[in-house]
């Protein structure tokens, strides 16, 4: 009985530094995997707003009554809801193409943003790029005349 017992406590002694071995292995595994997600994460969310940034934007161009007012109306609507999703405005970036802003032609809206991953560990050094553009036709029978209320 005594000798099983020595047994039992010298496998005890010689294991006794696997689970710290094991978790030296694995927890920086585990925390590139979960800052990994997080900063997955970020870039989705980003390329979002930055989709919806791009269709609100040509959408107020091509409904504009001027190209003038037309321009104004879709970088102040591509800001406000880049803003709404929580974007940083001096990471974005908006580029408008009217076109000629001839009935029926197209107008694009084409935005860019910088997603910074500086705050998370060990991604610290990455900054992502996300764009996205999008087109929309200007309605043909439309009235281009600036109604005065």
Request: proline share 2%.
């Amino acid at each position: 009985m005594v000798h099983r017992l020595r047994t039992v406590t010298q496998k005890a002694d010689c294991e006794s530094g696997q689970a710290l071995v094991e978790a030296a292995l694995a927890i920086p595994v585990l925390l590139v995997l979960v800052f990994g997600v997080v900063a997955a994460g970020r870039v989705v969310e980003a390329k979002i707003a930055v989709q919806a940034a791009a269709r609100e934007s040509s959408r107020a161009l091509a409904v504009a009554p001027s190209e003038e007012q037309g321009v104004a109306d879709a970088l102040t609507a591509g800001e406000n809801v880049a803003a709404g999703y929580g974007l940083d405005g001096s990471r974005l970036a908006i580029e408008l193409d009217s076109g000629g802003f001839d009935r029926g032609g197209t107008v694009t809206s084409e935005v860019r943003y910088s997603v910074s991953l500086s705050d998370l560990p060990l991604l610290s050094f990455i900054d992502v790029d996300v764009g996205a553009s999008h087109s929309e036709r200007i309605d043909i029978y439309r009235s281009r005349e600036v109604t005065a209320r």
